[in-house]
């Protein structure tokens, strides 16, 4: 991986997170281990059944030697089969090395979205994931994760206690983002919807893992859309200032960038890669907007990095080690269920008071 020490957030900040050249590489000795015992790793894979094990392939491809025609085919991965979008895909969400972590960052913001007037840039939004992934015996890979996101001034920098909604004037409590687990199967087929604790019974057949990958001007991109309409956890005669209706409308897209090379070398275990993460999403339940038209959207940046350290905002991230400091370690067993903030909001909040 590249680890990078400043980072960019919604309100132009820049800031070093590590005071001192020593402390940095000392940061990236304990938590960045790259190079995977192809030895062992195969052992592990064929442990699991004889379809788990890996074709490593005798290569010593390294990023002067791999052109971006090649990217596509080999040497490594084969990006037009589904084993190849499997590893990929591993390599890219997660940490191929089996149980070792994988941390991930995004940062931005979220805007207001009403009829009949101008966007507006309401809050920022910055935080990680932090996920492994755990051998299952028909080759995939279970990727058990959880993640932490806190709202920020956009002002200040600073977390957010309350807020002023600038659609009410009321004086609100943000809820943070705080999603464990949040867990999936990574396999050689397109993964099901997320079904929230049967709260989405949506089924697909099963398809062939293809991602849409693209080569453009030498660059390798990867972008990929979830569109998802199921029962709201929030239902309006028990929540009728959070929910915005009966059924949740929410979209999100992924946009990777890799440099082709990463993923032809066989020496990474995690792929590095900068993108961004967009969310179409009804009104935060916080924002006590009920059932108003309008929507929320998230615009963000997001990527690889050996320690959030080395990129979140230093408030977030001394908000986060004081408030959600089990979030710095990725969960080393599968549980269920997997639910997002919004379910996570009806089972931890209390409805507030109807305004006369």
């Given at each position: 991986?590249?680890?990078?020490?400043?980072?960019?957030?919604?309100?132009?900040?820049?800031?070093?997170?590590?005071?001192?050249?020593?402390?940095?590489?000392?940061?990236?000795?304990?938590?960045?281990?790259?190079?995977?015992?192809?030895?062992?790793?195969?052992?592990?894979?064929?442990?699991?059944?004889?379809?788990?094990?890996?074709?490593?392939?005798?290569?010593?491809?390294?990023?002067?030697?791999?052109?971006?025609?090649?990217?596509?085919?080999?040497?490594?991965?084969?990006?037009?089969?589904?084993?190849?979008?499997?590893?990929?895909?591993?390599?890219?969400?997660?940490?191929?090395e089996?149980?070792?972590?994988?941390?991930g960052?995004?940062?931005?913001y979220?805007?207001?979205?009403?009829?009949?007037?101008?966007?507006?840039?309401?809050?920022?939004?910055?935080?990680?994931?932090?996920s492994?992934l755990?051998?299952?015996?028909?080759?995939?890979?279970?990727?058990?994760?959880?993640?932490?996101?806190?709202?920020?001034?956009?002002?200040?920098?600073?977390?957010?206690?309350?807020?002023?909604?600038?659609?009410?004037?009321?004086?609100?409590?943000?809820?943070?983002v705080?999603?464990?687990p949040?867990?999936?199967?990574?396999?050689?087929?397109?993964?099901?919807?997320?079904n929230?604790?049967?709260l989405?019974?949506?089924?697909?057949?099963?398809?062939?893992?293809q991602?849409?990958?693209?080569?453009r001007?030498?660059?390798?991109?990867?972008?990929?859309?979830?569109?998802?309409?199921?029962?709201?956890?929030?239902?309006?005669?028990?929540?009728?200032?959070?929910?915005?209706?009966?059924?949740?409308?929410?979209?999100?897209?992924?946009?990777?960038?890799?440099?082709?090379?990463?993923?032809?070398?066989?020496?990474?275990?995690?792929?590095?890669?900068?993108?961004?993460w967009?969310?179409?999403?009804?009104?935060?339940?916080?924002?006590?907007?009920?059932?108003?038209?309008?929507?929320?959207?998230?615009?963000?940046?997001?990527?690889?990095?050996?320690?959030?350290?080395?990129?979140?905002?230093p408030?977030?991230?001394?908000?986060?080690?004081?408030n959600?400091?089990?979030?710095?370690?990725?969960?080393?067993?599968?549980?269920?269920?997997?639910?997002?903030?919004i379910?996570?909001?009806?089972?931890?909040?209390q409805?507030?008071?109807?305004?006369?």
């Amino acid at each position: 991986m590249k680890p990078s020490g400043r980072q960019p957030t919604a309100a132009g900040r820049f800031e070093d997170n590590i005071d001192s050249r020593n402390e940095r590489e000392a940061l990236l000795q304990t938590e960045n281990k790259q190079v995977i015992d192809r030895r062992n790793f195969l052992g592990t894979s064929m442990a699991v059944g004889a379809t788990g094990a890996f074709s490593l392939m005798a290569s010593n491809a390294t990023a002067a030697t791999v052109e971006p025609a090649d990217a596509l085919k080999g040497p490594y991965l084969d990006l037009t089969t589904p084993r190849g979008n499997m590893l990929a895909l591993a390599r890219i969400t997660s940490n191929l090395e089996l149980g070792e972590q994988r941390y991930g960052w995004y940062s931005g913001y979220v805007t207001g979205v009403r009829p009949g007037e101008k966007v507006r840039d309401l809050v920022g939004f910055e935080g990680f994931g932090v996920s492994r992934l755990l051998p299952r015996e028909d080759g995939s890979f279970a990727k058990v994760l959880r993640e932490v996101g806190i709202y920020f001034d956009l002002e200040t920098g600073e977390p957010l206690e309350e807020w002023v909604n600038p659609y009410s004037g009321e004086t609100v409590r943000p809820v943070h983002v705080a999603n464990d687990p949040f867990n999936t199967v990574i396999r050689e087929f397109v993964p099901p919807p997320p079904n929230y604790g049967g709260l989405n019974p949506e089924k697909r057949e099963p398809k062939p893992l293809q991602l849409p990958w693209k080569l453009r001007a030498g660059k390798l991109e990867m972008e990929r859309h979830i569109h998802l309409y199921y029962k709201n956890a929030l239902q309006p005669d028990k929540w009728p200032r959070e929910s915005a209706g009966e059924m949740v409308q929410v979209s999100e897209f992924f946009a990777h960038f890799f440099d082709p090379a990463d993923i032809q070398n066989p020496e990474l275990t995690v792929v590095p890669f900068h993108g961004t993460w967009n969310r179409i999403t009804p009104w935060l339940p916080w924002m006590l907007m009920g059932q108003a038209e309008g929507h929320c959207t998230y615009f963000c940046s997001m990527g690889t990095t050996n320690h959030p350290s080395e990129v979140l905002h230093p408030s977030i991230l001394a908000y986060v080690e004081e408030n959600y400091p089990k979030y710095f370690e990725a969960p080393t067993e599968w549980e269920e269920p997997s639910l997002s903030s919004i379910e996570r909001y009806s089972l931890e909040q209390q409805p507030a008071p109807v305004k006369n």
